[in-house]
């Protein structure tokens, strides 16, 4: 538990010190029995459009990273045990209306607990400044999931997974690359997590399209 806190810790840290960003995160996992640690794992492009591409080498090479930090072996694909399918994107699109203040910089950050969730916050606000107009901008949705699949299913027409995870962000940058790290550490913060269980994350600050 402490190095799950920590570990959340260190993601809040990042994440207010950057500066940067502004992004909205919602953790979800479901799960029918916690997935086996210290098993051998091979990572795969869940859309095989996505196999090919110099993209998936990049972010499979992070997995792969992440997945040996939470104690995962990875092994070639005919040796694997476990195959991690991922996916990453955007979804869709939203336009929002805010009210612009004439000064002041606003940050926070908050982990919050709604009906299906953990809550609690921490941030700070600084800057002084009254609303003087009302701007819109494009807020885009962003998606990063994961899914351990067994090998002998994984083969089949029907795989079945065992376990899955998935992280959604919401920010005015339409390049999920430009927001991958983070949702990354999401998805390996307080892992496995409680299936069924929502955790929230945001984060306000300005990210850099």
Known sequence: MKHTLEKLGLIMLLLIVGGCSHIKM??????????????????VA????????????????????????????????EKAELMVSIAYGVEGQTMQKAAKPSSGV?????????????????????????ATAVSSNTQYHRFLS??????????????????QRSIT????????????????????????GVSGETIMLEVKGKEQC
């Open 46 to 77: 869940a859309d095989d459009s996505q196999a090919s591409s110099l993209a998936f080498q990049h972010y499979k090479q992070q997995f792969e990273f992440s997945l040996a930090q939470a104690g995962y072996r990875i092994v070639a694909k």
């Open 106 to 130: 606003r940050t926070s950050v908050s982990v919050g607990r709604g009906s299906a969730g953990r809550h609690g916050s921490i941030g700070f606000s600084t800057g002084t400044g009254n």
């Open 26 to 43: 919602q953790s979800t996992a479901f799960y029918q029995q916690s997935p086996p640690l210290q098993a051998a794992v091979f990572v």
């Open 146 to 163: 994961m899914e351990f699949i067994p090998a002998q299913s994984w083969a089949t027409d029907n795989p079945a997974a065992v376990y």
């Open 169 to 192: 962000s919401l920010g005015p940058c339409g390049d999920v690359n430009l927001v991958f790290e983070p949702m990354l550490q999401a998805m390996f913060a307080e892992y496995p």
